[in-house]
């Protein structure tokens, strides 16, 4: 069965090594990523030096509430684009 449009329900998946910010985009293309365990370079939203990937998808909100069960016992959680943002 072909699919004509991308499903947004949010992959969980078992937490991997950490990755770098570069190596993310490169595996999770155009992608909404639930990210922890997050070590930033900056302030600044997407310099980060590593984090480990715990969800994926197209949807923004999906992948925010799959990062929920993280939260109590991680206090390093994010969830970025990878992608380049386009405004409406």
Do not use: K
């Not at 699919?3 to 999770?28: F, K, R």
């Not at 909404?32 to 984090?51: E, H, Q, Y």
């Not at 480990?52 to 939260?71: C, E, I, N, Q």
């Amino acid at each position: 069965m072909l699919l004509s449009a991308p499903i947004s329900t949010p992959v969980i998946a078992t937490p991997g090594p950490a990755m770098t910010w570069e190596a993310i985009c490169a595996a999770y293309p155009d992608q909404w990523v639930g990210l922890i365990d997050v070590v930033m370079n900056s302030d600044v939203p997407r310099d980060l030096r590593s984090a480990r990937v715990v969800s994926f998808g197209t949807s923004p909100g999906d992948v925010l509430r799959a990062l929920d069960p993280h939260r109590d016992h991680n206090s390093r959680v994010r969830h970025l684009f990878t992608g380049r943002l386009r405004s409406r």
